[in-house]
């Protein structure tokens, strides 16, 4: 595919004076694997997965930013259902607001769903 000269204008005409942006950026992370029996154990391993690979999204983000000069609007995740991760944990509340804790802790842009699927979980129990 080749792109014409008139392309390469109109994208930069709307780089320049229309603002053009990219809106959100996701990533999908498996958490299938940080699945415990421990709570405490369990909670740790979410915490240092979503971390580890925020941290690659704000880096992959940044220099797609710098290497195309458009800015990236939201950086968001997705995860795993936790009402499939918590399955092995006990079926208690205190369980279920430590993931939730968890899960929606700082950074203040994380999705707070699992929180959701959290109090789903309990309420079945």
């Known amino acids: ?17 229309q603002n053009f942006d990219i809106r959100t950026v996701t990533l999908g992370i498996n958490l299938k694997d ?13 915490e240092q997965r979503i971390v580890a690979m925020g941290k690659k999204l704000n880096a992959a983000a940044d220099a797609m930013e710098q290497k195309y000069g458009v800015p990236v609007i939201n950086r968001r995740i997705a995860v795993t259902p936790v009402s499939l991760l918590a399955e092995p944990l006990p079926r208690t509340i205190a369980a ?9 802790a700082p950074p203040p842009r994380r999705t ?4 959701a699927a959290l109090a789903a979980m309990c309420k079945k129990a």
Do not use: P, Q, Y
Not at 1 to 14: A, G, L, R
Not at 96 to 104: G, L, Y
């Open 1 to 17: 595919m080749s792109i014409t000269v008139e392309e390469i204008f109109e994208t930069v005409n709307m780089t320049l004076r």
């Open 34 to 46: 940080c699945m415990d029996r421990d709570t405490d154990h369990f909670c740790g391993r979410i």
């Open 96 to 104: 279920a607001v430590r993931v939730a804790k968890t899960s929606t």
């Open 112 to 115: 707070s769903t699992l929180s």
